[in-house]
């Protein structure tokens, strides 16, 4: 009768640190779930602010106002347009043309 009792206790004394232990890993393993779902809504609000950010930078507005004043860039007119012929395109034009 001792031997099972002792048998007994022990099954009991390893079931209940067993519990303990499985208790601890499952907060544990929640905590983290939850900082990394905080994580995850903190990178997506920095990702839809970064996004709003592009949408805004990249009006027409403002690329042609960044384009003029931080690349001296102008508007291309027909007084500062120069064309350029291809050489072949050149050749096969004048052939082509009637004397």
């Known amino acids: 009768m001792t031997r099972v009792n002792l048998l007994l206790l022990l099954a009991l004394l390893l079931s209940s640190i067993y519990l303990v232990r499985v208790s601890y890993e499952s907060r544990r393993l929640f905590a983290a779930l939850d900082r990394a779902q905080s994580e995850e809504r903190s990178l ?9 950010e592009l949408r805004s930078q990249a009006t027409p507005l403002r690329v042609e106002r960044t384009a003029r004043e931080r690349l001296a860039m102008r508007t291309a007119t027909p007084a500062v347009t120069q064309y350029v012929e291809l050489p072949q395109v050149a050749a096969a034009a004048s052939e082509a043309a009637p004397r």
């Open 44 to 52: 997506d609000n920095d990702s839809e602010r970064l996004k709003t």
